[in-house]
């Protein structure tokens, strides 16, 4: 199996019948529930906020394949230009509920997007959200809830131009407790259920099980200093075809570190971890690691109006389209944000990453190589509110990836301009 063949079977996976039928009913069901939380909010001595908005953006991107520059489109899409030009229009509703020391969160999106030229890659999704941040006393909080998305995969991770839909839900639930006035215990488990639409790549539907702790001691007024363990467990229900044998990509992973949290009510905030990371999987040993992890991120916010932030990482990548392998991430992030007026922020983001795929099992047996891909990005963001209920916001994105695999590298350069209307009912 070619590498950008196995590439594009790498990411599509299944999802489960009556997506839009599912989303439908939970609209409706909010629509039902919301006129009523108002009144309840107010009832318990806070008020609710029920914001139903509606959104259109206009995008227009130069490599909507990211296909590279030195490949004719032609035998690849049957089309000359790589490029297109789409509208999505979104509409939804979020709610902000207070209930005495609590608080409920929920958010119901609707998107759906128009190609003018790829007509194949029309698509409706959806954005469900809901969580439960409670509170026990003044020493005792979390956060429980739930995501349900439904989207268009990339094509940088593809390495096809086949659209592959991409469903992802998660449940969580985090808290904690204060137990001293210098220490404090936190806990949190998670699981995430993520499938896709292409039957050549069942192999890659996943179940991923987590439990963290973390204790930490206060150092001064807003530091602190922690040590922090966690356990991962990933299931795949269908096996990897390699030759005519299906390989488990099942695995458990260990990590555990420090953590520390410095400074978080002062102009200089810093957030870093370093951690020893094992994964063990149930086949193929050989791919077996233990690396260390570290991820650095220093906020600098030397005025009201303006903030710096800069990460710098050599970290696992927490969430990828493509599961049955990981991705090490290293390099340097940028983010300038700068609060011009009460209603204009300029915002911009720089990146210069190395991605590294490690653990696939055709890579292990010498039948694919590692694939290893340097990503350049810059993009800014100019956000105008003139009014509460309305935003304006225009962007501009560019990208250069190298790799070493055919099909992984190419340029893009996207640009789109969203218009978002907001009515707030208190």
């Given at each position: 199996m070619s590498g950008p063949q196995r590439g594009a079977a790498g990411v599509r996976q299944r999802v489960a019948g009556g997506r839009g039928g599912r989303a439908a009913r939970l609209a409706c069901a909010a629509l039902l529930i919301l006129p009523a939380l108002p009144a309840l909010g107010q009832d318990a001595g806070g008020l609710a906020q029920i914001t139903p908005f509606a959104d259109e953006t206009l995008t227009t991107d130069d490599n909507v394949f990211r296909i590279p520059n030195s490949v004719d489109p032609v035998p690849l899409i049957g089309y000359p230009a790589r490029g297109d030009t789409y509208r999505t229009t979104s509409a939804g509703i979020t709610a902000d509920v207070p209930v005495s020391l609590q608080r409920f969160d929920l958010s119901a999106t609707y998107n759906g997007s128009r190609y003018d030229r790829f007509h194949e890659l029309d698509f409706d999704g959806y954005d469900?959200?809901?969580?439960?941040?409670?509170?026990?006393?003044?020493?005792?909080?979390?956060?429980?809830?739930?995501?349900?998305?439904?989207?268009?995969?990339?094509f940088a991770e593809l390495l096809s131009v086949t659209p592959d839909h991409l469903t992802a839900r998660e449940a969580f639930a985090k808290g904690t407790w204060?137990?001293?006035?210098?220490?404090?215990?936190?806990?949190?488990?998670?699981?995430?259920?993520?499938?896709?639409?292409?039957?050549?790549?069942?192999?890659?539907?996943?179940?991923?099980?987590?439990?963290?702790?973390?204790?930490?001691?206060?150092?001064?007024?807003?530091?602190?200093?922690?040590?922090?363990?966690?356990?991962?467990?990933?299931?795949?229900?269908?096996?990897?075809?390699?030759?005519?044998?299906?390989?488990?990509?099942?695995?458990?992973?260990?990590?555990?570190?420090?953590?520390?949290?410095?400074?978080?009510?002062?102009?200089?905030?810093?957030?870093?971890?370093a951690d020893q990371v094992s994964r063990r999987y149930e086949e193929l040993p050989q791919r077996d690691f233990d690396l260390t992890t570290v991820h650095v991120e220093y906020t600098w916010t030397p005025t009201d109006k303006l903030a710096l932030t800069g990460i710098a990482q050599r970290d696992i990548s927490p969430y990828e389209y493509i599961r049955s392998s990981i991705v090490l991430i290293k390099g340097l992030v940028l983010r300038p944000l700068w609060h011009v007026t009460p209603t204009l922020d300029l915002s911009a983001d720089l990146e210069w990453v190395d991605r590294n795929y490690l653990a696939d099992p055709l890579e292990t047996l010498g039948i694919e190589p590692q694939r290893d891909d340097h990503v350049y990005t810059m993009s800014a963001l100019l956000?105008?509110?003139?009014?509460?209920?309305?935003?304006?916001?225009?962007?501009?994105?560019?990208?250069?990836?190298?790799?070493?695999?055919?099909?992984?590298?190419?340029?893009?350069?996207?640009?789109?301009?969203?218009?978002?209307?907001?009515?707030?009912i208190s």
């Open positions: 469900l959200r809901g969580s439960w941040l409670w509170q026990v006393g003044r020493n005792l909080s979390g956060e429980v809830g739930f995501t349900d998305t439904h989207s268009l995969a990339p204060l137990f001293t006035p210098d220490w404090k215990l936190y806990a949190g488990a998670d699981q995430l259920v993520q499938s896709n639409t292409d039957p050549a790549g069942l192999y890659n539907d996943v179940t991923v099980n987590s439990f963290e702790a973390t204790l930490s001691r206060l150092n001064g007024p807003n530091d602190w200093l922690g040590l922090d363990a966690r356990f991962e467990s990933g299931h795949f229900p269908n096996g990897e075809p390699v030759g005519t044998e299906l390989i488990d990509n099942g695995y458990d992973q260990y990590s555990g570190g420090l953590v520390l949290d410095w400074g978080a009510a002062t102009p200089s905030h810093l957030l870093a971890r956000s105008y509110t003139p009014i509460r209920q309305l935003t304006v916001q225009l962007s501009a994105f560019h990208e250069q990836r190298t790799s070493n695999i055919a099909l992984g590298g190419y340029l893009a350069d996207v640009y789109w301009l969203k218009v978002r209307l907001q009515l707030p």
